[in-house]
């Protein structure tokens, strides 16, 4: 695998966000969508930076952190993600080019969608430690199990919590209108 | 053979931004391990924003910081403006990273003031409080408020930069270019500060990026990161920030505590001259993208998508990520990345063989909010004794060292 096992330096010469997904087309195909959004901002409304969104189905995800991984060392911000019925999907945010230099940043948004009956990702621990708490979170609020993640303790809820309610979840697992509290 | 001690630092304050437990592996005074237990106050922001419309959700994301509260609120807009494809004209831009960046002057004042009180340096911590005033001035006469000052909405902002706003924040630049420079040179120049500051809580570079850690504590590691620089937003389009990080001023970057407290203040001064850059380069026109609230709202209920933004507030890179349902006029999901839930992965590292007395400046160093240590709990792990530790004893010991460090100076 192409993933740096030690922490690297991050690298100092970015690739173009064109140069990145078309890596990611020639690896995945159509596996993978991906759609680039221009971000702009000053008086003149220049581009400031890049957000690539992919879409990728669970069982490439690996090997699409992989690929980012060629690139730089991914930065981690969060996992976000949302019940969308059937599926609860999951969007990882990561960063490339962290340190190229102005305006060479690229956000990396993968969305990953998780099947209800196998609600199980592959953790990303052994390659970035610093995806525990979020990875945590996740499987807290949504019920989703990360294989790999070697401290699954609650991060945000209350010791005491009853682990079978979900908050975020908008099925029978999610919380009632009885464990809702209105403050006012 | 020393006592072994489990020690928790925390749980906390209802009051606070990002609650925090620390428990701490001690040989002696010695910290050998450390477990972070977030989330003893989680009051589920991102869960009440369901039931709430964007404009609605700008006031509640105001209040998740009470120090960064508007970089959350640019954060969040952003988020909105990206999912439902909304311009900000430039003169709101402009406005926004003005108020970023009194903001980012402010807390870090705050925090290095704090700091010094840490480790018993209160005439420094007076200095820096006498200064911070100054800033917190100038949001005031702004908005009206000292904290959650209500200035940014969707497409825009609230208040407009008035004649006598831009004077009063021409003088407060000046007021800081004269004042500012004792207090750097007061603690840097310490030698007793700078022996509570060097080599302590250590974070090195690899770490720092392999843990992604984010703001001043990521450039206190070495590493020239700054979303201001890297991915430049809104009006930052236009001015060359540059990362601040201490191997550009001492030669080499430690990644202690000293550290961050050095890239604090440069960039109070980096924050200085952006608010130059801003007033000289603010450009005339509308402050708001549309000034009808309904139209704004109805606007909002159609709209489609995912959006994300991540801003660099004063403590690194806060990220938020919205999602809007065409036909619901609430936000459908909102999820809020504050940087100190990047930066507390780190503490760990952090901890790891430095003191007991130091652990409250480690704590600090990446900038939460100090009162998460409202009291501790030291646990005999031999006998089971437990002992309530308040944090004016944990204070003391801190004091006490620095205390000892100058007497075996003036020995």
């Known amino acids: ?184 | 053979m020393e006592k072994k001690y489990k020690v928790p630092i925390g749980p906390v304050h209802v009051g606070l931004k990002e609650p925090i437990t620390a428990w701490l592996d001690l040989e002696g005074e010695k910290i050998v391990g450390a477990t972070v237990r977030p989330g003893a106050i989680h009051r589920g922001i991102e869960f009440m924003a369901r039931d709430r419309n964007p404009i609605q959700v700008i006031y509640l994301s105001e209040r998740i910081c009470g120090i960064c509260s508007f970089a959350h609120v640019v954060c969040f807009l952003r988020a909105v403006e990206d999912a439902a494809s909304i311009p900000v004209p430039p003169r709101a831009q402009y406005i926004r990273a003005l108020v970023l960046e009194l903001e980012r002057l402010h807390s870090h004042m705050l925090w290095a003031g704090v700091a010094c009180y840490t480790i018993g340096f209160d005439s420094a911590f007076h200095l820096g409080m006498v200064l911070r005033e100054r800033v917190m001035d100038v949001l005031e006469v702004l908005s009206g408020n000292r904290v959650n000052y209500g200035v940014a909405t969707v497409g825009g902002v609230r208040w407009d930069v008035t004649a006598e706003l831009s004077k009063t924040v021409k003088d407060m630049v000046k007021y800081y270019k004269r004042e500012f420079s004792p207090f750097y040179d007061v603690v840097t120049a310490d030698p007793i500060a700078k022996a509570r500051l060097r080599d302590v809580g250590v974070l090195t570079y690899e770490e720092a990026i392999a843990h992604s850690a984010v703001g001043p504590t990521v450039r206190a590691s070495g590493v020239r990161a700054d979303l201001r620089e890297s991915s430049p937003y809104e009006a930052y389009v236009d001015f060359g920030v540059k990362a601040v990080v201490p191997q550009d001023y001492y030669g080499k970057a430690y990644g202690d505590v000293f550290d961050r407290f050095l890239v604090r203040v440069h960039e109070v001064y980096q924050s200085l001259d952006i608010i130059e850059k801003v007033m000289e380069g603010l450009p005339e026109g509308d402050i708001m993208w549309e000034k009808n609230l309904n139209k704004v709202l109805a606007y909002l209920k159609k709209a489609e998508g995912t959006g994300m933004s991540s801003i660099e507030a004063p403590r690194g890179d806060d990220t938020h990520v919205v999602h809007l349902d065409g036909g619901d006029e609430n936000v459908t999901w909102w999820k809020v990345r504050a940087p100190t839930y990047s930066n507390a992965v780190s503490w760990p590292l952090m901890f790891k063989d430095n003191e007991l007395a130091d652990a409250p400046l480690i704590i600090n160093s990446i900038d939460p909010c100090i009162s998460c240590m409202e009291r501790m709990l030291v646990t005999d792990a031999s006998s089971g004794d437990q002992k309530v530790v308040t944090r004016t004893e944990l204070l003391e010991k801190c004091r006490e060292k620095t205390r000892r460090l100058m007497q075996n100076d003036r020995n």
């Open chain 1, 1 to 184: 695998m192409s993933f740096p096992k030690k922490p690297v330096d991050n690298v100092r010469s970015a690739k173009t966000p064109e140069e990145v997904l078309s890596r990611i087309r020639e690896v995945f195909g159509d596996a993978v969508s991906a759609e680039l959004r221009e971000r702009k901002g000053g008086k003149e409304d220049r581009v400031g930076f890049y957000d690539a969104w992919l879409s990728v189905p669970k069982e490439e995800f690996l090997n699409l952190v992989d690929t980012l991984a060629e690139f730089d060392f991914p930065q981690f911000h969060v996992i976000s993600g949302n019940d969308d019925g059937d599926v609860v999907t999951l969007y990882y945010h990561f960063t490339l080019f962290q340190v190229a230099g102005r305006g060479k940043r690229i956000g990396v948004n993968v969305s990953v969608p998780v099947d209800k009956k196998d609600l199980v990702m592959p953790s990303l621990f052994s390659r970035i430690p610093g995806v525990e708490y979020s990875e945590r979170e996740t499987r807290e609020m949504f019920g989703v199990d990360f294989d790999g993640l070697p401290n699954k303790a609650l991060v945000f809820l209350p010791e005491n919590w009853n682990e079978s309610i979900k908050p975020w979840r908008r099925d029978e697992a999610g919380p009632s209108a009885g464990d809702v509290r209105e403050l006012s």
